[in-house]
């Protein structure tokens, strides 16, 4: 099958792919962040650079960028807050203009649509903000650039849900390293998930407003917002089927 | 009843209600943006303002700043997008610095605690990072400071909701110049509100993903997500109460 | 009398009225500081506000844009300094960048020609540069951008200054919290002032250098830098006429 | 005579002076920008040295430390304005940074005061941020930073004044490249005025406000903002010894 | 063998290792530049994770944290130039501040010790002011934090140098994907590399001075500043060796 | 002879010289910082003044800016570090845009063509950097900018070194305050150098990596990295004229 990750290309075959400039770039775009006991720091830069890759496969002429792996600080409320041993987050403004950079150096090879896929949901504005001055700077420069962003979690359907939740959907705010994430992982990276570390959390409650600095009582120990201990690879394959035909079928 | 708004008072006055150090400082955050025909541009300024007032009225030491009118850029999904004549917003990086400034200095005036209370759905994570930034500034002082941040919308219960929207609601995400921002505005500023001019549009419906530059061609004409036309003083009030009454309940 | 705070319109009447492109925005720029146990922490917002809405009523097709209340920090010898409970003041890079961000967006609504009305003398030079960086990118943009910027006691004649002032007049530099600035209070706001609380104090005197951290023994406790005690609401209409008489005769 | 330039110093002999802490170092910052047809484009360079050096001969553990060349954006009002061939400035944030920086590295050798004599008076609030920031910063380090803020000409009096200009006074403002600055460089760099070639201007006068982008027709085409012919190099020697020994008097 | 990628931890087990607060983290730091017809774009990442993940193993309590894959801009004399497609780079501040953001992270988990393994020669002085701030804003916070820089073809001897190179050596700076780094790309991944495509250049030479904008004639149109025709997996494993086993000795 | 310093130039004088626009700017860059104990802190900002002067005036329609004296922190294995008193150097974004603001605003008098002078190696990047973002943003300007950077020790031939060295060289990473720079101030600035205080040490060595903090036990208690006993003037001239005459070679 054939390779969509640019890092593995000699730039000379890069070059062939893309000067004609109608080439979408994907960049995935995650965190480092503790999902709980029970699986690895990485998840939110695994799924969305395996979701890119299936995507890219499946598209036309795709590739999938280097993705970019410290996003913006967990927040208690998504995340589990960023003060857990191995949350290794980065501030907003260090995030776009990372990405910022980065989709400018793509734009300098001949590049004009692009596809952010954010496997975090923090980084969400700011990378709003880096593909708005992009495209700004752009227009500057009499180039018309398209950014598409999009967290996959958002390709998934009511009726998904329900296959994966049968007892009832807790809701996406708690989803943090409960049965969505962790099916997943278990389906593309079953070697980094250990269930028997799972701890069966009650569904997080948290007070109508967020603190700083951030209180860790408002968080199970274990670090995720919701039990994980319904997650199947099964499930991670539902998913991951929706969410990549979801993307090919919207934006290729 | 006893004022409230800092920017009323001498310092002398000031000074004596807040140098015992245990005063609670409400900062409100909006924006300038449209919100359809049929209402002015401040609705995300003058609800969070009204709010702070009332909560600091019934409060116990609470004092209101004057407030942050210009907020960051509308989204189309959230507020219809930053392009529509009036809506008039900052970057994400001059918000968090404005603001982080501003709590800032009134930490040098011996305050310790503050509730910002935010009008405008995007502005929160730059709200967050400010909040963030002045905690861990503030500890390298030696200083202990806490932030609670708030959107007033997150006090609205469920019960509320099934009485303001009696033939059903149609989700937070386009309630944008709709029933709820209609109705407190209709309660607080009717003089702004011209329900002559308020078109009945459908819910807004979005693909799962963003672009930019934003195509206007998602948001119906009048530039609201919801249509505003069920609006009443009367809802208004009933939003307006829980809001205040719990945010008193919690932040007191 | 027609509404000329664009906060207060809606977005299509405020469209109808820019469109042409030939509108002038009126930006009034202040900031929280002390000015004596006499009167409000607000004068410097308030003053510009309010000659700003009366220029734009006299004036043709002028707007009048929320105010920017926080401005840039107080300075011994033109404000009494930064140190005083309820001076809030930001740092002039964060001043610079909300005011740009603000003018640009105006910018992008199709106006081109601006009038920043400042109420706080430590201000103009982060003005000048937010002014003059504007109109830099603006060119880079292919558009003719004009911003006038003015402190509104520039526009006082000798004339006036003697009538104000008849035993004399102590200078610009001191005039902080002192006759002109408490005059246009007692004209335009009466309810912030409080003469019973003013004090007498002798005009300020300084060495030819400021010094960092600025010691406050150099300023009188009242705060003001000039007494207050002879300011009238009459001297303050007679200021103000001349004000806004003189900005529109120069801008309009 | 003792030399009391920093950068002709070997490092040990630097350190030697300045090991105990007691040492003030003076900072002199200019611009390069046009003084008119008759003088070179370095006074405001060359006049603060010069100051500083006298000075620092004069008094007490004093140091001169290598001067800052270029400065913030000449204003027309004050400078002539930042459009003149010759005129080189960089933008407020650079000077401050940089500034900052210098002197953060002195107080990394131990010196907890300076001198900023500045020879441009454009520079003046970036100064102040620059030494603001800097003694908040030293605070946190628990170290305390002393920082003195002049411009030269504010040592000059009235008498003096009389003297120089027997025919009346026009106003500091409009001294840009006129009697003053012109009779200094006489006195202290002959070489680099050519009195032939200076322009009998008359005093420029100015509309109460600016205007971004400039408009040059405000400007004498000189570029002096008042008429140089009276200067003589016994005119500078007076104002300098003035200067010098008035800043020697207040900060020795 | 233990695995020692800290992305591949649970949180628990990675605050297991390191809440003593003696564990070193090594950061490899590389960059997507092009590295000639016959080589992927990613050796700078690849080649200083795979001596990380070596050195973490044989060393003692060491650990790797996920690569910064972007870096700073390609320069003609040491990589080609910033200009061929596929070379995707990021400004200095961009990276330095990322690069800050990830070291104050893992401080923040308690970690006092780091290594950063560069692979990409242009990012040196990046590293070094990342690296300089992060040790002077933890001295603030009274943490004595340790960094080490290094690039891991500074551990190679002049010994193995003439048995890489039994013809001569042309030198360091030109080995920009030469026989070095091509041999050790064989090695650890040979299926990123097509020796068929291998382009036999003549070493570069330049003129003793750079020009911007880079003038692509100074570099082969290959992109590779000698000819790597001469690589081999053993010389890879030679240098590799010495590397792995300098660093640990050193470090460890 | 000619003088090519623009600071000495009036502004007609500079406008009849740059207007064409085919005039090339020399900017020389430096540092203050130790250079043993022997000679003044500013041969970083001496050597590469004079060489701009010098090539200037043999140079076709050359100009010579005001040098920038302060530049980036000297490390320990090529400046000896930025602990030494009198080593006062810049953050390097500081520096970076500094420059920036410079070059622009000669770009600004119409200049198209500039040679920046180096006399401190750390300084490169950050003058890359800087001129990289000129070019971008006059590009944006539609204006063709040209940037040649120079250190001028990259114009010494292996020839001269041998003459330098007849006892052999010990490489030009450990020549800081050794027999090149201190024979050419010998030869330019012999008042600043006295060799009864030069300290003969032996050849820096160092480790293969960095360490930050840096480890002052790295470094010789002199300061310099290789010893400036066999430093003469004629040797000076040798390095002088060989670097003058090769600068204007190439760059004339």
Redesign the interface.
């Known amino acids: 099958m054939k390779d969509v990750k ?10 062939e792919i ?2 004609s400039g109608d080439c979408k770039i994907i960049l995935p775009v995650g965190a ?1 962040e ?9 998840p939110d ?1 695994l799924i969305p650079s395996y979701i890119s890759e299936q995507v890219a496969k499946k598209g036309n002429k795709m590739l999938v ?6 996003g ?2 967990s ?1 208690v409320k998504s995340g589990g807050g ?17 990405v ?3 989709l400018l ?2 734009v ?3 590049n004009r649509e692009f596809i952010l896929v954010n496997g975090h949901f ?1 980084n ?3 990378l ?2 880096a ?5 700004n700077h752009c ?3 009499g180039m018309k650039v ?5 967290s996959y979690w ?2 998934i359907s009511d009726d998904t849900i329900s296959k994966v939740f049968p007892d009832g959907f807790t809701g996406w705010a708690i989803e943090h390293g409960g049965v969505l994430e962790t099916s997943i992982m278990l389906k593309i990276h079953p070697e ?1 998930v ?1 269930m028997t ?1 799972a701890v069966d959390v009650e569904p997080a409650t948290f ?7 951030s209180d860790p009582s408002w968080i199970a120990p274990s ?1 995720t917002l919701s039990s994980p201990v319904k997650a199947t690879a099964e499930k991670g394959k539902l998913i991951l089927d929706e969410c990549i035909e ?1 993307i090919v079928k ?2 290729n």
């Not at 960028?65 to 410290?70: D, E, F, M, R, T």
């Not at 593909?131 to 495209?135: E, N, S």
Request: charge should be negative; aromatic fraction near 16%; charged fraction near 20%.
């Open positions: 640019i890092e593995n290309m000699d730039w000379v075959s890069y070059k893309t000067e480092i503790q999902h709980g006991p029970h699986m690895s720091l990485n830069v960028a280097p993705a970019i792996s410290y913006y600080k927040q960023n003060f857990f041993p191995g949350t290794t987050c980065v501030s907003g403004s260090s995030l776009e203009q990372y910022y950079d980065v150096a793509y300098n090879h001949g923090e969400s504005v700011y709003c903000e593909a708005d001055k992009l495209v227009e500057l420069r398209k950014v598409y962003l999009l958002d390709f980094l250990d570390k007070p109508p407003y967020d603190v700083f600095p670090g979801g919207h934006l």
